[in-house]
DNA sequence: TATTGTTATACTCTATAACTATA
DNA sequence: TATAGTTATAGAGTATAACAATA
């Protein structure tokens, strides 16, 4: 009797989540970039989108997303435009230091990723990589309102 | 090529451990603690502590432990006296009622857990578990300084 | 001097409300 | 009137510095 939470499979994720949020952005603080800034890259890459779109595919609120821009912007890796057709609109497209900077992060996010899962082998890597997809795609409560990072 | 990070183990790892967080943070909510309270209270089930003591344990700062100590005083679920031994110490121990609120608790976050793990059978949950602990025992970067909750 | 607990303070992250300019 | 973006502000959560009491 008496189990407790400490040490369990829910508590584990809490934690192995938190370090491994915390082993992401230690890994990306060379670049001077945040974890939010490489997901908002990511989406950018193809094409780009308004703010409010960005806030919609990234669930991050307006004004964070005002803060997470300025920030890309000084770091050279956007570039903010009116948009020509609804002149409420930015346009936030990615700029070429802005893809060698995604280029670079996704280095050093692989290199964090392989670190985390060391200890594990190729097989079971691909085990634990399913069954959190199971886990992910979960269809009551699926996991939408989550903390980005 | 251009392997997106959102998708890959570490990033579904980071995000299910936000949810599980939040789930867990939810499910306390109508006994008005958060997760730090039942981590401290299950530290305090056997023996009583000095709020030092309890913040090696947790590897909570000091100064959130002292909150942390106030709300469950508040709650009426631990009890602070001055150390007869060493007056710089405050000993911190479980009350009667603290003892019912993280019964209740462990109910609460049991279910709260199988909930999230809903989509895999008992083997499955069994291998995700021996997965997980691999990782978080692993020696280098011991996922030591954690975002407690 | 060092340690325990405390307070005041600051910093990050996030969210709410109010404003502007456009539609 | 509604929407896009912005600013100011406030609230959690956490950490640093300074302080009082005690060792």
């Given at each position: 009797?008496?189990?407790?939470?400490?040490?369990?499979?829910?508590?584990?994720?809490?934690?192995?989540?938190?370090?491994?949020?915390?082993?992401?952005?230690?890994?990306?603080?060379?670049?001077?970039?945040?974890?939010?800034?490489?997901?908002?890259?990511?989406?950018?890459?193809?094409?780009?989108?308004?703010?409010?779109?960005?806030?919609?595919?990234?669930?991050?609120?307006?004004?964070?997303?005002?803060?997470?821009?300025?920030?890309?912007?000084?770091?050279?890796?956007?570039?903010?435009?009116?948009?020509?057709?609804?002149?409420?609109?930015?346009?936030?497209?990615?700029?070429?230091?802005?893809?060698?900077?995604?280029?670079?992060?996704?280095?050093?996010?692989t290199q964090a990723q392989?670190?985390?899962?060391?200890?594990?082998?190729?097989?079971?890597?691909?085990?634990?990589?399913?069954?959190?997809?199971?886990?992910?795609?979960?269809?009551?409560?699926?996991?939408?309102?989550?903390?980005?990072?």
């Amino acid at each position: 009797m008496h189990d407790r939470i400490d040490g369990q499979t829910g508590y584990l994720l809490v934690k192995l989540g938190g370090s491994a949020g915390a082993r992401f952005e230690r890994a990306l603080a060379p670049l001077g970039m945040k974890g939010r800034h490489v997901r908002v890259l990511e989406i950018l890459r193809n094409d780009p989108r308004s703010q409010s779109e960005l806030c919609q595919e990234t669930g991050m609120d307006r004004t964070t997303m005002v803060a997470v821009i300025d920030e890309l912007e000084r770091l050279g890796c956007v570039r903010r435009e009116r948009s020509l057709t609804d002149r409420r609109k930015h346009v936030v497209s990615m700029t070429e230091r802005g893809g060698t900077a995604l280029g670079e992060s996704a280095v050093l996010l692989t290199q964090a990723q392989d670190e985390l899962l060391a200890p594990l082998s190729a097989a079971e890597r691909d085990r634990l990589h399913a069954l959190l997809i199971r886990l992910y795609a979960q269809p009551p409560d699926p996991c939408a309102p989550l903390p980005p990072t």
